[in-house]
């Protein structure tokens, strides 16, 4: 074990700010390329639907990957092991679900948000429901943690004002995100592959390099880091809860989130899109590699830095990834290290950035004005956009409110939001009979259970913990999360089948092309989307290529979970 003399920061060379440099100049000048085209709706808000697999991959990859995946996962590392990586190995799997099973519907009925799918299925309350749950969560998690994250990985690494920087990125990110839509989105997220790969594989390497590799890294960190598969006793994964209720939340996130599928909507053609999806489920492979274990290679190299509780886990695991950097990387490798977070960051930002002004552009304005023409509707987007950017940036002052604590409780959120939506969604495409008032219905109670939980989990931590006496609230609070999400999935498929059975049956051909039942009928499309370019169908060697490379995926993964079992 190399218990090296450690220091807290990173002077940056010029080589470093040369490479800093060169990723800002890259990914601006994309952006900037794509402002200057003619813009449609269809060009910014679904990049012209001309995207090829591997950009669709690399942007579901990015898009997902942000700066707080590398201190959360490292971190869950240090502190637990390899059992956090089961949430990226069980994303490779439900990718194929979003490909096979959801993407033909979404493509077929030619929605440009899952909003407007949901309507067309359901009804508008449950499309204003979806649309108002997603940009809400959008601001109060996703760009707060974003930010958080990002703040402490360059003030620990840099030491960089984590107000001057996170200002600064929020502005960045937005310029290129209004300037040129989702084109400018998708294909700085490819850049932005390639450059988080190559520094997440850098530091992996070198630090497997100086524990003595995976033997040594076995030695020098508890045997049990490296059994993935958790009694139901396990206090945060469970098996239980890892294989029923996490893919509760990864079907509301992979398959029913407008960040995510907002990028297989501007896929070229059916088979790019399935394609897409199974390319970033290889790439979600690699997280638990180059994210999780260099958590566990923090632990070995650097063991006197962390807090040990008396069972002897660790407290401080978010130090473990900034860590790294700062003692093991060379100059050169510590500015693509650098280019590699604020791709990460930039990445998802972007994301949550564009995919919300097409929400408010399209949920919103558009019913509120139906005859807006196509330029009117981009210079909404971009509105849109901005107003985005300018709450990101007045989310910058509260972020040293944010502690790991508070971020645990934010993680838990999809939890508490995602089980009615998915229930709508899985269940909508499988029972014609299902109706809007049952979903409706569903919509609203999952809501209440979610915030029901939340509410009462905040009071008790902010109490020690120890709160309630009442039998079942304490039982309530203290279930695990992903048990919690099981309870809600079966509580809001009940309402949702109860009430649809006392209301009146759908019109079969309203249901055209939206689920199995009337997936081949007709659909009773109106003139507003009639003039959307449709993808077209997946071709036969599409088709072919698309069931290898999924067999192989599946594969991959379950030898995966037998190794590490």
């Given at each position: ?31 900037f ?38 201190i959360?996962?490292?971190?869950s590392g ?12 069980l994303?490779c799997?439900?990718?194929l ?17 899952m ?16 649309a ?10 996703k ?52 450059v ?10 070198i ?67 399935k394609?897409?999806?199974?390319f ?10 180059l ?5 566990l ?31 093991l ?24 950035f ?19 023409s196509?330029?009117?509707?981009v210079g ?10 300018l709450?990101g ?24 939001i ?5 229930v ?6 499988l ?49 695990n ?10 509580i ?18 309203k ?22 370019q ?8 599409e ?16 030898g ?6």
């Amino acid at each position: 074990m190399d218990q090296a003399v450690h220091v807290t920061h990173k002077a940056l060379t010029s080589i470093d700010l040369t490479i800093i440099g060169l990723y800002f100049a890259v990914v601006f000048g994309i952006g900037f390329y794509f402002a200057r085209k003619e813009r449609t709706s269809t060009d910014y808000f679904l990049a012209s639907r001309t995207v090829g697999w591997f950009a669709i991959g690399a942007s579901l990859f990015v898009s997902n990957i942000s700066t707080e995946h590398f201190i959360g996962l490292a971190g869950s590392g240090a502190t637990t092991g390899l059992a956090v990586g089961h949430f990226e190995w069980l994303a490779c799997l439900i990718l194929l679900i979003l490909g096979w099973v959801f993407v033909p519907f979404y493509l077929r009925s030619n929605v440009f948000t899952m909003p407007e799918f949901l309507e067309r299925r359901f009804s508008r309350g449950s499309a204003v429901y979806l649309a108002s749950i997603s940009i809400i969560a959008y601001i109060l998690t996703k760009i707060s943690v974003h930010l958080w994250a990002a703040a402490i990985v360059l003030e620990r690494v840099v030491g960089w004002s984590p107000l001057k920087a996170a200002i600064v990125l929020v502005i960045v990110t937005g310029i290129y995100t209004i300037a040129g839509g989702l084109s400018a989105v998708i294909y700085t997220e490819v850049v932005q592959t390639l450059v988080l790969l190559t520094g997440a594989i850098a530091l992996t390497f070198i630090g497997l390099h100086r524990v003595g590799g995976f033997a040594g890294l076995r030695a020098d960190v508890p045997a049990s880091y490296f059994h993935m598969i958790k009694p139901v006793s396990d206090a945060e994964f469970p098996w239980t809860g890892i294989f029923l209720g996490a893919p509760i939340l990864g079907i509301w996130y992979w398959c029913t989130d407008q960040v995510i599928v907002q990028r297989v909507l501007s896929a070229r053609d059916e088979g790019h899109a399935k394609a897409g999806t199974i390319f970033a489920g290889f790439l979600k492979i690699l997280p638990v590699f180059l994210l999780v274990v260099p958590g566990l290679i923090a632990v070995a190299l650097f063991r006197d830095l962390f807090k040990f509780g008396p069972s002897g886990q660790v407290l401080n695991g978010d130090i473990a990834f900034p860590t790294l950097i700062i003692n093991l990387l060379p100059p050169g490798l510590v500015g693509l290290m650098i280019a590699a977070l604020l791709a990460a960051l930039m990445g998802g930002m972007a994301s949550v950035f564009n995919s919300a002004s097409t929400l408010v552009t399209l949920d919103f304005y558009k019913k509120l004005r139906p005859q807006a023409s196509e330029s009117r509707l981009v210079g909404i987007g971009r509105f849109a956009t901005g107003v985005m950017v300018l709450l990101g940036i007045a989310w910058v002052p509260f972020i040293h409110l944010i502690s790991s604590q508070l971020y645990i409780y934010l993680q838990s959120v999809q939890a508490y939001i995602s089980p009615p939506i998915a229930v709508c969604f899985i269940l909508g495409i499988l029972w014609p009979r299902l109706n809007g008032r049952g979903a409706i219905s569903s919509l609203l109670t999952g809501f209440v259970l979610g915030a029901i939980r939340f509410i009462l989990e905040l009071v008790d931590a902010t109490h020690g913990g120890q709160y309630f006496t009442n039998s079942f609230i304490n039982w309530m609070v203290k279930m695990n999360f992903l048990h919690y999400a099981i309870l809600m999935f079966v509580i809001c498929s009940l309402v949702l089948i109860l009430v649809s059975l006392t209301a009146p049956v759908p019109e079969r051909k309203k249901l055209a092309g939206l689920t199995f039942a009337t997936v081949d009928e007709k659909m009773d499309v109106t003139p507003v989307h009639e003039v959307r370019q449709k993808p077209a169908a997946e071709t036969a060697a599409e088709h072919r290529l698309n069931v290898l490379f999924s067999v192989a995926l599946v594969a991959t993964v379950v030898g995966l979970w037998i190794y590490f079992r």
